[in-house]
Structures are given as C-alpha cells and as structure tokens.
C-alpha cells in the first residue's frame, strides 16, 4: 500500500443533536447530503481509480459513498466501525450528568475503561490498527468511508507526535485524511477534501505501524 484514504461519513441526526452515535445505525439528514454535495462540488476529493473501497456498512457510511462517488462496488469493513458507546448511546452530551455511574465512570478517564456497557478506546485502537495491519499486507491502496472515531484512532496511533491527543483529529462530517506509506511506514497526511492542492501537506517523523 502506497496510499489510504479515510473518510467521514455526512451529517446525521445523532450529530445535529449531539448524542453519542456509534452502533446506532441512522441515516444521513437532507442538510448532510446536500453538505456532500457542495465538498464534492468544491473539488479535493481522491478518484477511486485504482483504488479498493470500503464502507464500515453502516447506512450513515453507505450513503456518504453512493452521494460522493454513485452506487460503485465496494466491500464492508467492519473493523472501521465507530466506538460502540454502550449505555451512553443516542444520550445528549449536555444530559451525561444525568445518567447512572457517569461521574465515578468520567472521573478516571482512561483508554483502558470502557463505556459503560461499552467499548474502550484501547479496544478500538487494537481493532483499527490489525486492520491497517491486514490492508497493509493486502499491498493495494484503498479508501474507507468510516468514523470520526475510528479515523481519530488511526490517525492518533499512526502519527502521535502531530497531536496530542485522539480527539485532536476528530474530523467534520464528509471531512478526512489521505495518508501516504513507504515501506509499510506513514510518512505524510493531508487534508480531505484537499482544496489547496496539497498545500497544507503536514509530515511527521515516519511513524511504523509495527508500534501501534
């Protein structure tokens, strides 16, 4: 593999009203498609020429293809699933104080400690991380429309010197991250959609993905 290609999905309910969304499963809202409508009008977006296209087969993640690149084949990856946010799902950020055991479970965070009910951030490191372990060695570039959380892991475990932390590379929805590899190592990202013809290029010291 030469070239990955990570990719947000578009705006959904889950989102506009600021629940957590992970193995939820809506649709994308009218104002997101036509969101992805006006990126791609804007340019930036890689061709899928060459390339092996992946969904995490959720519908928020199927629509975001069909609306960016038309109904083209495509296989499910489910490893690029988002965070399952366990008894935390579909609630609204401003409620959590609300909810049974969130402040003894928000006091300590740590990636080690699940959701409650829940999934870890360690565990959604490990899984995206052997999967990028299996694309890699698959040798062919590809492009997934995935997750906010899932991409953050990714791009986090990859080049942890750019950012501090996973939520530093959260994405806007339709938003993500073209990642170049040499030698099975990352060595430069940039934006997508990337408006400035890769201008805004950031490299980092190569980073192995042996060490995620």
């Not at 959904?12 to 939820?24: E, I």
């Not at 609204?92 to 740590?110: A, E, I, M, Q």
């Not at 999934?119 to 999967?131: D, G």
């Not at 099975?184 to 400035?196: N, Q, V």
Request: hydrophobic residues 30%.
């Amino acid at each position: 593999m030469k070239h990955l290609y990570l990719i947000r999905h578009g705006q959904n309910p889950f989102g506009v009203n600021d629940q957590y969304c992970g193995s939820s499963n809506p649709s994308l809202t009218p104002e997101g498609i036509a969101m992805l409508h006006q990126l791609k009008a804007g340019g930036g977006y890689p061709s899928i020429e060459g390339l092996h296209v992946y969904t995490s087969g959720w519908a928020r993640t199927e629509e975001t293809l069909r609306e960016l690149y038309g109904d083209i084949p495509h296989d499910i990856d489910r490893e690029y699933r988002e965070c399952d946010f366990g008894d935390l799902e579909g609630v609204c950020r401003k409620n959590l104080y609300g909810k049974p055991g969130f402040r003894s479970w928000w006091s300590t965070p740590d990636d080690d400690l699940p959701y409650p009910n829940g999934e870890s951030w360690h565990h959604v490191f490990q899984r995206t991380s052997a999967e990028l372990h299996r694309l890699l060695a698959i040798d062919e570039d590809a492009l997934i429309i995935s997750h906010g959380g899932a991409i953050s892991a990714t791009m986090y475990a990859l080049f942890p010197e750019d950012r501090p932390t996973v939520g530093d590379w959260l994405l806007d929805n339709g938003h993500g991250y073209a990642i170049d590899f040499a030698d099975r190592r990352a060595i430069r990202w940039h934006d997508i959609p990337d408006l400035s013809q890769l201008s805004c290029c950031r490299s980092s010291a190569e980073s192995s993905i042996a060490g995620i």
